[in-house]
């Protein structure tokens, strides 16, 4: 069969990611202070776009970039440009807002930026769990192999207060005997926290049992040999082993629930996370008002300083191209920053459409709602609702709630309706703590009593929706003292 080489014309349609598409999409998916970061980024980068030195009015988000556009076009010389601008408000006076600032919150007055203490000098960070431990190692008297070893010890202990190497571990890395690592380790283990330094969960309670002075006692004996039973709740197991009234063990399972199994915690370095509502939600009269937070997120402009400088010769073509291509990248930028505005608006709109009676009523009054339905009330597809809903955070009557807590499925009605899971589950909450925690109820007792509160739910949906309260079982939730 002989093979040969032709041309043809052929026709076919395929989705084209443009820059701006994909500009736009990534700029849709970011959080507040993501965008933010972004946009400093650019402003560092492309010397063509600024900040704008006065506020512009939110209905600005509406005005298309037309003359920007315009500018573009090869066919337009010399024409005047206009600055395009987003955002609501800037800061501004900002040295005056800082001037007389007193820092030290006293009578002293600093007169300029020279005569105030720099901010790493009131800055401190929280001590970890290792440096508590090496200081009380090197405030006691230890010979310096005990604290050559003790530091050994001390860098093994995880954040949760437990020792992660073995004695024979630590031997090699100290050059020590494995008694003395042991000595060295039961010293450790009376720091501060009790507990830390355990090999173990046993290790951990009965070191705080033994710092109680509860060594001999009930106490000791259920940590060394009934352990399994008391997380089992197997208590009259327990009294008939150690041949003790039930009450006995009652009281010393209530002591040893005192006790920390995880004693490093409270050293935990990890930061707090605040999280920035990208919306706020006000009620004024019967309407509810839908406000962007734009805070700290400039207002921007397409320099005109470079834009003059085109078409009239006074630089090569090469400079042109770059200043073409860099307004490109600012004006899509802006438009990309408005159309990430407006969506979010909408779909916020849409969503207090939607739920209504909970913004007016609470949680009881959450109705089922789906991406499809946000999507067809406002003409955009269901992907792009996903991508607006991802980490923005709405600051609402009813509190702090991120946009996805409104989708939720629905639970059939024996009225014909249909109620959110979201207001089940907290049913389910509001039943499991008002019950006798001497005698919790079953899941399918749960089931039953949502059924005559007109709530279609099986014994199975009790307990997943149980499950993901972080709510134990019945047996596990019963409560002996």
């Not at 009239?312 to 200043?323: K, P, V």
């Amino acid at each position: 069969m002989a093979m040969e080489m032709r041309q043809q014309l052929k026709m076919s349609q395929q989705l084209v990611m443009t820059p701006q598409l994909q500009q736009a999409i990534k700029l849709l998916q970011l959080t507040r202070l993501e965008l933010q970061d972004l946009v400093i980024q650019e402003l560092e980068e492309n010397p063509l776009l600024e900040e704008a030195a006065e506020p512009e009015d939110l209905r600005e988000l509406n005005t298309p970039l037309e003359i920007a556009e315009q500018e573009l076009e090869p066919t337009q010389e010399n024409a005047d440009f206009h600055e395009v601008k987003t955002g609501e408000e800037t800061l501004r006076d900002w040295d005056s807002y800082l001037d007389g600032y007193n820092y030290s919150s006293g009578e002293q007055q600093y007169g300029g930026d020279d005569e105030r203490p720099s901010f790493e000098n009131l800055l401190t960070r929280k001590g970890t769990l290792i440096d508590h431990l090496l200081w009380q190692l090197h405030m006691g008297q230890y010979s310096e192999m005990d604290v050559r070893v003790g530091e050994v010890i001390i860098g093994n202990v995880d954040d949760y207060g437990y020792l992660r190497a073995s004695l024979q571990e630590i031997a090699l890395a100290s050059s020590a005997t494995e008694e003395d690592v042991l000595d060295v380790l039961e010293r450790i283990q009376e720091f501060d926290p009790p507990g830390v330094a355990a090999r173990d969960l046993r290790e951990c309670l009965l070191i705080q049992a033994r710092n109680l002075g509860m060594k001999g006692s009930i106490v000791e004996s259920i940590l060394q040999n009934h352990l399994g039973d008391l997380e089992k709740r197997n208590y009259k197991q327990i009294a008939r082993s150690l041949k003790v009234d039930i009450n006995q063990v009652l009281t010393a399972s209530k002591i040893i629930s005192g006790f920390d199994p995880r004693p490093g915690s409270s050293f935990s370095t990890d930061d707090v996370h605040y999280i920035s509502p990208d919306i706020f939600v006000h009620k004024v009269g019967d309407d509810y008002v839908v406000m962007l937070n734009e805070e700290g997120l400039p207002n921007l402009k397409v320099s005109t300083q470079y834009a003059d400088v085109r078409g009239n010769g006074a630089i090569d073509s090469q400079a042109e191209n770059y200043i073409n291509d860099k307004m490109r990248s600012a004006v899509w930028l802006i438009k990309s920053i408005q159309q990430r505005q407006r969506t979010i608006y909408k779909v916020a709109k849409s969503i207090i459409r939607f739920q209504r009676e909970y913004f007016d009523r609470g949680i009881e009054y959450l109705r089922p709602l789906v991406l499809r339905d946000i999507a067809e009330d406002i003409g955009m597809h269901e992907s792009t609702i996903s991508r607006v809903t991802t980490n923005k955070y709405m600051q609402t009557p009813q509190g702090l709630l991120e946009l996805k807590y409104f989708f939720n499925s629905g639970l059939s009605t024996s009225e014909g309706d249909f109620v959110a899971s979201e207001s089940v589950k907290n049913r389910i909450k509001e039943i499991i703590e008002k019950e006798n925690s001497q005698k919790p109820l079953s899941d399918q007792k749960i089931a039953e009593m949502l059924t005559g509160q007109t709530v279609n739910i099986a014994r199975r949906t009790v307990t997943k929706y149980r499950e993901m309260l972080n709510f134990g079982s019945s047996s596990e939730r019963k409560r002996h003292f």
